[in-house]
Nanobody, 116 residues
Framework: VQLVESGGGLVQAGDSLRLSCAAS????????MGWYRQAPGKAREFVAQ????????MYADSVKDRFTINRDNAKNTMYLQMNSLKPEDAAVYYC??????????WGQGTQVTVSS
């Protein structure tokens, strides 16, 4: 199983970015996918998640109303639309997948830098 994130970059505060996470090598069901982030010197934290069956979503309070998670099951791809970015959103963003087998998979991460 491979999760590949893309879409990170350097933006200014107030700008938008869309992250993508493409899953490949999957021969089993994925129950949910999500985004986490880790800033330098801080623990990895939850950002958002979405279930693959119903599309139910959940967000961290810090990103609610600014970030939107969605997915394209046919493409095994998940997205994170990030609007009104703040300097405190800067981090490495990781994709995570929860398999029906009970296993959990992580991507390698994509850097998001927000200048003030």
């Amino acid at each position: 199983v491979q999760l590949v994130e893309s879409g990170g970059g350097l933006v200014q505060a107030g700008d938008s970015l869309r992250l993508s996470c493409a899953a490949s090598g999957i021969s089993f069901s994925i129950n949910a996918m999500g985004w986490y982030r880790q800033a330098p010197g801080k623990a990895r934290e939850f950002v958002a998640q979405i279930t693959t069956s119903r599309g139910s979503t959940m967000y961290a309070d810090s990103v609610k109303d600014r970030f939107t998670i969605n997915r394209d099951n046919a493409k095994n791809t998940m997205y994170l639309q990030m609007n009104s970015l703040k300097p405190e959103d800067a981090a490495v963003y990781y994709c995570k997948a929860w398999a029906a087998t009970g296993n959990v998979y992580w991507g390698q991460g994509t850097q998001v830098t927000v200048s003030s």
